[in-house]
């Protein structure tokens, strides 16, 4: 099974210090949505695929209850480590077997994870377990590029491509629709009522370190380390070095990068 590789202790780690928390630009876009189709109140959100609660957090402010759902202990065990809103929680389950009442929820959202969900049974369970007019939104983001380096011996945008490349071969058939802005996750959904918000761009900074430990939280590095365990890091040990001798600094170096989200939002019939 797919999820099977998000259960090491390690890797739930590496997702609390590498995995991005989801932007508040993009949770306002999703509460917008919901406001304009639903409408207050704002009861309970349940993030499906929470990983260590990077796009659970944020959404406290809006509802009276958020809880985080993931199918991997290890994840769950790392976020409830981190301190945060008291409405917030989180519990062990499955995206194809939501564990709320019928007609209790007034959104359902999930981050970076609908590529691993069997989008068929999950659909039947959001279409169960949502209010009426009540809320799906499925968001992702392509891999961060770098921003604005000219004038050295290699161009280091094409060098962070080069690391992200790396995983590739290693793409599962649910982990490539990434790629197509989740068209067959916009096309499973059942719900007549549906949209995309496409192209929200975010710029962030970050050490040059991070890149490295970001793609390792990637599920799909974990498949290229069992399969090729002896190139798997030292390539991308490699790279890295590459990329810190044309920028001329050091592995804690502050670099620009830029992000591109999608988001799939739906709304249940009446
Ligand atoms: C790429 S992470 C996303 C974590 C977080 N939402 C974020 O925005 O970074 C995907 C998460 O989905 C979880 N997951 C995968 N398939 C799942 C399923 N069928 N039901 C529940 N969680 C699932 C994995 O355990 C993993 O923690």
New binding site residues.
Partial sequence: M??RL?EEKDLAAM?RKY??S?YDQVHNLIFNYLEKKKGKPFTLAV?????SG??TRGLASYFDKVVG????EA?IEEAKKVDGPDNVSYRL????ELEFEDGSVDLVT????AH???MEKFMKEAERVLKPKGCVALYCYANPTLLGYDNCPEDPAQIVEEMFALLEPYETKGYKTVWTDYQEQFDAITFPDKERAEDIYIKFKKPVSWIKGYLKSF?IYQIYLKKDPENADASLDQIEQRLINALGGSSETIVEFSLKYYCLLASKPE
């Fill in positions: 797919a999820w998000f997702y995995r991005l989801s993030d499906i695929g929470c990983g990077q796009s759902i993931d199918v991997s994840q389950g499955l995206a194809e999930s981050g970076t994870a691993w969900f069997d599920g």
